[in-house]
């Protein structure tokens, strides 16, 4: 949780800065991304009590694992391209195993989130 917090605001701090060009004091960035993340979860909590909130962190953890396919798979891609990489490039038995790895983390993301809709 505490990656997800500290990873979240720093790409939100670099979009803002570097591709929007947007200032925001630190202070003032961190009240805004705290306050869109908590709003919800005390709407939840006053709403549906208890139950709520495992209900609310089951739904956050599928959402965080769901999301790692979104990171692994360009990263994948990207590392394998020889233009971008050069000499550092991934070796075939390299992109083997990650896409293997890749393939695994998707279909397993599936059937999470397929368990998690279906009840």
């Known amino acids: 949780g505490q990656n997800s917090t500290l990873t979240g605001t720093l790409a939100g701090q670099i979009i803002l800065e570097g591709f929007l060009h ?3 004091k630190p202070w003032a960035r961190r ?8 709003v919800p979860a005390i709407g939840v909590v006053w709403l549906s009590g208890e139950k709520g909130i495992v209900s609310l962190l089951i739904l ?12 692994v798979i360009p990263l994948i891609h990207f590392t ?8 550092f490039v991934n070796k075939v038995g390299t992109k083997t195993l990650g896409w293997s ?10 059937y999470l989130i397929y368990k998690q809709v279906s009840g």
């Open 22 to 24: 947007t200032k925001i």
């Open 101 to 110: 790895i890749a393939v695994v983390i998707a279909t397993l993301n599936i």
């Open 60 to 71: 956050s953890q599928v959402v965080l694992s769901a999301q790692l396919s979104f990171a």
């Open 31 to 38: 009240l805004i991304s705290r306050g869109i993340a908590i």
């Open 80 to 87: 394998s391209d020889s233009e971008k990489m050069g000499p």
